[in-house]
């Protein structure tokens, strides 16, 4: 994908005030174009319905009636009315945690939206998103974020699902739908603030490089939280954009025509792959950061000058000035009022949401996959773990056109372990390679997973966890609970790890724990080449998020190759060694070591058996449990570290629901909680064997 030059234009120069600068009201905007009478007709009416909205949830804030965090948008209609203006109803918005007006302004009704702000199980989301985190999916709404610029990367996401589509549909378009041909286009809404975090410029950049159909909407209110933009950026807007190569457009955000007939055209230039814009609008908001702020940090002044800019006040002047009457336009706001009315009574007779709503909306229901019964031949063909890896991408990237890989050098690199190697020769378009930035590839991930692709995005060690945590901690592990169910999130996150190499302390680490703490998130952590494929296959098909958790080390392990269609189901482990004894509990290449010690004891006595976990989370408790009963002493092996790890949470489940079958204490074999040693000889006393679990087991025995 070609990068984009870009090339700056300004509508009007002087309608927007310094980005370095105190914020300043603006004068009214002569030189765009004008909307018909019509068309401006509609669009002070929903403008209207976000100022009323906005004005009753205030009220019903400062009542509490509404729990929680509220950010209201009161003086920014025009931005969100004109930013929304041109979009279809398969277009994308994404927004922020104020984002009350992006959502009506894109097509959301106030009344489910007033039931979701009162945490009623008939809003938007059933009462489990409120105020920051609004969306609707099946309207192009992908959600309002209470975390700055995050939505900024799922935007990005989303764009690149509308370019690798590109629109073709056949036939003619359904009623709001771009033509054949034209690209879809996303809109991230953002503050000022926004544009300080490392999430927005890994997403300019990747846009930017790829000539993504995305449009990056600055409203510029003049402060982050309680801080002037002057205390805030030493560069302004255009300059950021320009650095990536964006185009870049100013406008007067409090001017709706001119935001409207603005992106008109960005929009139009975008459908037709003109690559990603900047616009900067400048506005203002009359109420504090959040409802309740003592709003110490500006002047009644400053307000009140802003407040003469009113973007109601103004389209309301220039539809009297050509020929809509006062008795119309005060019919437009006793409609508007009279319907939040009554999408506020509504909202206070519904019931809130229940237990059921909860338990149902973390996870989307899993495909039915049974045990396979297949046999390796004892002459069978042998594969690598490596192969198993590519072979089941291959198989997912054959079988699914929606599914593509993004990564860093995954593409014609063919990924750092050679795992995609001879995938892009067959799919140039599916095989994405990125910048080093993993807050966007993750992003990719999200966006596309909501749009509806089957991403698998990789994060090359799992130690680069920490600079993208967001992205799946916030966003992927959460969004299909914060919309109540809505949100599509099948993607993949293919990652690897593995003590043993001198890797050292930020290449070493196994973080599954703090993978598995995260409800929503499924991890996956294979042990055989056989498993790696039926796993990964099962996994890139699944509709939820998959963290799915290499070995180094097994890259070059052979074994059986099953058959092509082979699967396994997520959340079933296995039992992979029958014993009487004891219960060794593993998971990845830990239960190689473990089928290893249980072979040594078995030459005294000892008969130990071994279960792969597969999948951590969710854990297969019922597999765990049975084997106890049988053998009423329990051990775990793994290889991230003791304290608070997996072995702690089997320990409690063996001590509460396995209780009256121990016979002796749980113990646990894992390094110690130190980062891993660079030094050959102590990262292998770090580092538990089989040796070390096998004089476990023995000890464990003789209680």
């Excluded at 019903?60 to 979009?87: K, M, N, T």
């Excluded at 000058?305 to 006040?313: G, I, M, S, Y």
């Excluded at 860093?408 to 892009?424: E, I, P, S, W």
């Amino acid at each position: 994908m070609p990068a984009n030059t870009g090339r700056a234009i300004t509508v009007p120069p002087t309608t927007v005030p310094p980005t370095t600068g105190p914020p300043t009201a603006v004068p009214p905007n002569t030189g765009s174009p004008e909307l018909p009478a019509e068309s401006l007709l509609e669009a002070y009416g929903r403008m209207t319905l976000i100022r009323v909205f906005e004005e009753r949830v205030s009220d019903l804030y400062r009542d509490s009636e509404v729990p929680g965090f509220v950010h209201l948008s009161i003086g920014q209609e025009a931005s969100a009315v004109g930013a929304c203006w041109p979009l279809a109803v398969t277009d994308v918005i994404t927004s922020n945690h104020r984002g009350h007006g992006h959502c009506l302004a894109k097509g959301l009704a106030p009344e489910p939206m007033m039931a979701e702000l009162l945490a009623r199980v008939t809003g938007t989301n059933k009462g489990l998103g409120g105020s920051m985190h609004i969306a609707d999916p099946d309207l192009g709404i992908f959600g309002a974020n209470g975390i700055v610029a995050a939505g900024v990367p799922i935007a990005g996401g989303a764009a690149l699902a509308a370019k690798l589509r590109g629109q073709a549909r056949p036939g003619e378009p359904r009623p709001g739908e771009p033509r054949p041909g034209e690209q879809g286009v996303v809109v991230s809404f953002f503050g000022d603030g926004a544009v300080a975090q490392g999430a927005f410029h890994e997403a300019a950049n990747l846009a930017a490089l790829w000539r993504l159909p995305m449009v990056f909407f600055c409203e510029n209110n003049g402060y982050a939280e309680f801080s002037p933009i002057a205390d805030q950026h030493p560069v302004p807007m255009a300059a950021r954009a320009a650095g990536y190569g964006l185009e870049y457009v100013s406008v007067d955000g409090n001017d709706v025509e001119a935001v409207a007939t603005t992106m008109t055209d960005v929009v139009r230039r975008i459908r037709a792959g003109a690559g990603p814009v900047f616009v900067e609008a400048a506005t203002y908001r009359w109420h504090g950061h959040y409802e309740g702020d003592p709003e110490k940090y500006r002047s009644a002044d400053e307000l009140s000058d802003w407040q003469q800019r009113d973007p109601l006040v103004i389209t309301r002047a220039r539809l009297l000035g050509r020929g809509v009457g006062p008795d119309q336009l005060d019919l437009v706001e006793a409609q508007v009022r009279a319907r939040i009315d009554a999408a506020v009574d509504a909202a206070r007779q519904a019931p809130p949401p229940d237990l059921g709503v909860l338990r149902s909306s973390v996870y989307a229901p899993r495909p039915a996959v049974p045990e396979p019964d297949w046999v390796p031949a004892p002459d069978g063909e042998i594969f690598r773990t490596m192969d198993a890896v590519r072979l089941a991408l291959e198989g997912e990237l054959a079988a699914n056109p929606e599914a593509f890989v993004a990564g860093v050098d995954v593409g014609k690199g063919g990924n750092v372990f050679a795992l995609t190697r001879g995938l892009y020769a067959k799919w140039p378009d599916r095989l994405l390679d990125t910048p080093i930035s993993e807050t966007a590839v993750m992003g990719l991930a999200v966006g596309g997973a909501m749009a509806g692709m089957t991403p698998v995005v990789e994060l090359m060690y799992l130690d680069f966890l920490g600079v993208c945590f967001d992205q799946i901690l916030n966003q992927a592990a959460k969004l299909r609970f914060m919309t109540g169910g809505k949100a599509r999130m099948g993607l993949v996150i293919r990652t690897q790890f593995g003590g043993g190499r001198s890797s050292g302390s930020q290449h070493s680490q196994s973080l599954e724990a703090l993978l598995a703490h995260i409800p929503g998130l499924t991890v996956v952590m294979p042990s055989t080449p056989a498993d790696t494929y039926g796993l990964l296959r099962s996994a890139i098909r699944d509709p939820n998020p998959v963290v799915f958790i290499e070995n180094r080390q097994q890259y070059g392990m052979k074994g059986p190759k099953p058959p092509a269609d082979y699967l396994l189901p997520l959340g079933k482990a296995k039992v992979v060694r029958e014993g009487t004894d004891v219960t060794i509990v593993s998971v990845s290449r830990m239960v190689h070591e473990a089928l290893a010690a249980a072979e040594a004891v078995a030459a005294r006595g000892i008969s130990a058996e071994v279960i792969d976990l597969r999948t951590v989370a969710p854990l297969d408790k019922e597999t765990i449990l049975a084997s106890l009963a049988k053998t009423n002493r329990l051990l775990i092996a793994h290889e991230g570290v003791t304290d608070f790890g997996i072995g702690a949470e089997i320990a409690a489940l063996a001590v509460y629901q396995g209780f009256w079958t121990l016979d002796a204490p749980v113990m646990r074999v894992a390094p110690p909680p130190t980062p891993s040693p660079y030094a050959p000889n102590l990262e292998k006393l770090w580092l538990p064997d089989r040796q070390t679990i096998e004089r476990a087991v023995e000890a464990l025995v003789r209680v």
